[in-house]
């Protein structure tokens, strides 16, 4: 990965490399994981001539509802990525950035103490060599495992080591990170940085520092980098008006359960607290700092009994860890939902309301549900599309079928459950955020580009409807993921954004009196100014209202909503409409252009 850092308006570039280790979805499956919006603008270096990435935009951003994306940068050689794609988000209107984290693993260390490579749990025949990652931490013609052992037995005999770990990072910390000096330390071997963390095999944590007693140890041995890669982030951030959201260290997996394993919750908790206290005394009052991402995914249910479900109980006691040490700062999970029939642990939207509600209370602060239309779990349609032919890109998932029977409701009615739940839970004084996490891409290869694996492309109309099915359930709107599948292709996705942004979004529209009139209100974004068409059943013409001659704007910001997020208003003669019926709300812009989507509302007696 490439990072970058800003000093006396200056960008000094250096390159460093590191392996990111992403947990998505399901381990069978390919990685994925208020009023007119306010204009951010890009300050131009002081010496642009001089910034070897070239002189940053300053065109202001063009407001789109997605503002916030996972980032990774690409393996091209330019060092300037990262700064490239915090200055694309910015120009796309994002404010926030989310990265993945890095995996923290169990280690065997063999006679000789080396660590050794994970085990390959695909080819199980598959004996662990020497980690090369690790070959070079040595002290005193000591491997770094051994020199931890001799030293602890140094300080008692009975010391002794009980497990080895392992946790491989693109950051640099600082001396926050150790908590007992006497035994924890820096090492470096030439362009190699690696930390040595004592942790008590008890879970403790000890803060005494007191090795005098013989006593079980857990061995954390960190690889770090030349550079901190978060720093430098942080930069970035400070720069593009921009929150980042770091992973916590993720949990090694249970293979059996494919839950995160409960049995090293000690160790785990130990690191997160030690990485956290680092972050506290070098970035406590970092703007740019938005809150921690856990990258530990897990599907939403209704779990019959969540106090048996691993991957909450690691939830709870890392999160408590992030409360304890930076209070204030709040944790996002993004679950997948399944919705589909025919798949073990799939839900329908009352369980997944169900399994909000157990979510939120386990140290949760933003919870960002994946709508699931990239991978196929779930789908685009209103109530009264069930029995319509599914989207052709959903036929290898689900085959050819009809959205009936093919899943239990479509995305618009999972998001309304887990609003409903938000709300309930604010009431009983739990307050948690709902946000959308969009996925930008299709369930095949089909049209794929550049390193977008093996999901493909989608355009701006998808992604615009994406928007819609939402629907005014959420506060705010993010996407997987920005690297790649925003940037790939001609026009790419955000290219097709920045010329196309101000086509209407609507999102949800009511029958709503103005004064003594009736008539419709309708939420969504770009509205101003619109022409509404409104159609029933078999209704050759739509009847057409032109919103600027009759109508209603409000650009109040909407509690609750994202920001930009807007209504209007116009009158409806409700009683020349038949009752109980599906009323289809199209919007256009002033010069024509039309949503990609259309709004319904039930008419009913």
């Known amino acids: 990965m490439r990072v970058l850092t800003l000093i006396l308006g200056v960008t000094v570039l250096l390159v460093v490399t590191t392996v990111v280790i992403v947990l998505r979805h399901d381990p069978r499956e390919p990685p994925i994981a208020k009023v007119s919006p306010t204009v951010r603008t890009v300050k131009p270096s002081p010496s642009p001539s001089a910034d070897p990435c070239g002189t940053p935009k300053t065109s202001d951003p063009t407001p789109y509802p997605v503002t916030g994306f996972w980032v990774v940068p690409s393996d091209d050689p330019d060092p300037c990525t990262w700064r490239h794609q915090f200055e694309g988000v910015h120009q796309a209107g994002g404010d926030t950035v989310v990265r993945f984290g890095f995996e923290f693993t169990p280690r065997q260390v063999d006679d000789s103490g080396r660590i050794l490579t994970a085990p390959d749990y695909l080819h199980p025949k598959k004996v662990p060599v020497p980690d090369d990652a690790y070959a070079k931490c040595a002290e005193d013609g000591l491997t770094c ?51 040595r ?62 839950q995160a394993d409960t049995r090293y919750i000690g160790p785990l908790s130990g690191l997160t607290r030690r990485v956290l206290q680092d972050y506290g005394y ?75 509600r157990i979510l939120a209370r386990n140290g949760v602060d933003i919870i960002a549900p994946q709508d699931g239309r990239g991978s196929g779990k779930m789908a685009l349609f209103w109530p009264n599309w069930t029995n319509r032919p599914v989207d052709k890109r959903l036929e290898p998932v689900v085959g050819k079928t009809t959205y009936a029977k093919a899943y239990y409701a479509g995305t618009r009615s999972y998001f309304q459950a887990m609003s409903k739940a938000r709300d309930e839970l604010a009431q009983d004084g739990v307050n948690v955020q709902l946000w ?25 109309p998808r992604m615009d409807a994406q928007v819609t099915l ?16 925003y940037t790939c292709g001609s026009p790419s996705l955000s290219e097709q954004i920045a010329k196309d942004w101000k086509r209407p979004i609507p999102i949800g529209v009511k029958r709503q009196k103005r004064q003594i009139q009736d008539g419709m209100e309708i939420t969504g974004y770009r509205l101003g100014d619109a022409r509404v068409g409104i159609a029933w059943g078999k209704l050759e013409h739509p009847r057409q209202v032109d919103s600027a001659k009759v109508g209603w704007h409000d650009t109040t910001p909407i509690e609750g909503l994202p920001r930009g997020a807007e209504k209007i208003w116009i009158p409806v003669d409700w009683a020349t409409i038949p009752k109980n019926t599906w009323v289809r709300v199209d919007v ?18």
């Open 282 to 356: 070098r970035f406590k009052n970092r703007k740019s700092l938005g809150g921690f991402y856990q990258s530990y995914e897990l599907g939403i249910r209704d779990w019959p009994d969540p106090s048996t479900v691993g991957t909450l109980q690691v939830y709870r006691a890392q999160h408590r860890v992030v409360d304890e040490t930076l209070p204030g700062k709040p944790v996002l999970v993004s679950p997948y939902v399944d919705a589909r029939r025919k798949v073990a642990f799939s839900s329908t939207p009352t369980e997944v309301g169900e399994g909000f």
């Open 470 to 485: 939402a629907g005014p359930y959420v506060s705010k709107i993010i996407s997987y993921m920005w690297s790649g599948f």
């Open 436 to 460: 959308a996490n969009l996925e930008a891409f299709q369930p095949t290869a089909a049209g794929r580009c550049g390193d977008q694996g093996s999901r493909g492309s989608i355009d701006k």
């Open 145 to 195: 495992a051994q020199a931890a052992q001799k030293d602890l037995k140094a300080a008692n005999p009975g010391n002794q080591i009980n497990s080895t770990f392992v946790y491989a990072t693109d950051e640099r910390f600082g001396s926050h990170v150790f908590r007992c000096p006497s035994m924890e330390h820096q090492i470096v071997v030439g362009n190699s940085v690696f930390y």
């Open 197 to 258: 963390l004592l942790l008590p095999a008890d879970g403790t944590d000890d803060a005494a520092c007191d090795f005098s007693k013989g006593r079980d140890y857990d061995l954390i041995l960190v690889k770090g980098a030349a550079r901190d890669s978060l720093s430098d982030l942080l930069d970035l951030g400070d720069r593009f008006d921009i929150k980042v959201f770091p992973a916590l260290p993720i949990a090694p997996r249970d293979l059996d359960t494919y």
């Open 588 to 605: 256009s812009a002033p010069d024509g252009r039309k949503a990609a989507e259309p709004v319904y509302y039930y008419n009913g007696v």
